[in-house]
């Protein structure tokens, strides 16, 4: 289902769009021009041919669709000193822009790694640089919880809580948290768990090792639904929860981090309840152009495995 609602290799609509805006202006400000000239025509002033003109428009306007060098705009450099992730997006020209601008590599004052960042990938190749990273704005979770881990960034916490109001008003039930924010040290004895339970090889499919984790910026959540009493994270991908989440998530500014068939990108089997906050303008980019992973929308190599 979730494959037939985004099919892979979808055509980017909002590419198409920013591209078609400055064309259609571009010709309509020549016109304007043109009518201009003909304010006092003379018997040889003829007007050139408006579609030879058009003919020649996309040389000129596809340079300006985005800043060419979005670093040094002056709007990007301010956001990104405010720490407003969400404004440097936006001053890229959104999150398509965005995303091209670093995949092209003309985006050298985005760093993937910065853990404080709403665009930060942390996977089994990128550890988190300091590994002990602890985030700094971090509050407890507006929803329902399930374990002692409480804590969640408080950006990603106002999302999860706009979301949970609104998957409840659609009448899909209730949306609780298992937890969002894991430190370095819980990572320690939830990773050490898993592997004298089950070995290494399989802890490694489910659980990340202490600063692989994208729990640690706070910015990650495992849901679970709460009708008569919540469920755990495994009982959630058989809920009417996880159907709504897996379609509208991305409104809210999440994604969900590993799907089914996505086990050879990102390294761990589906995981329908662990949602990470990318915020509205990235979830958008990544929903309309049809993305499965991270790594793909950043155009980043697989990271099934650790390199140790
Ligand atoms: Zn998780």
Known sequence: MRGAMHPRHASPRSRVLTIALPIGLAVTALGAMWAMTEVTPTADAVAPPLPAVAAQLPSVEFASVAPADPCGEPAVVDA?????????????????????????????CISLADPARRWVVVNKTHPLAPEDYEPSQMTEAPVQTTTASRLIRTDTAAALGDMAEALNASGSGVLGMNNAYRSYGLQVSNYSGQVSAAGQAEADLGSARPGFSEHQTGLAVDVVACDSGCGGIDAFGATAESEWVAAHAWEYGFIVRYEADATGTTGYEPEPWHLRYVGPELASAY??????????????????????
């Open 287 to 308: 929903h309309e152009g049809g993305y499965h992973t991270l790594e793909e929308f950043f155009a980043l190599p697989a990271a099934p495995d650790y390199a140790h």
């Open 80 to 108: 990104l000193a405010a720490g407003d992730d969400e404004a440097v997006i936006a001053a890229f020209g959104g999150g398509a822009d965005f995303r091209d601008a670093i995949v092209a590599g003309s985006a050298p």
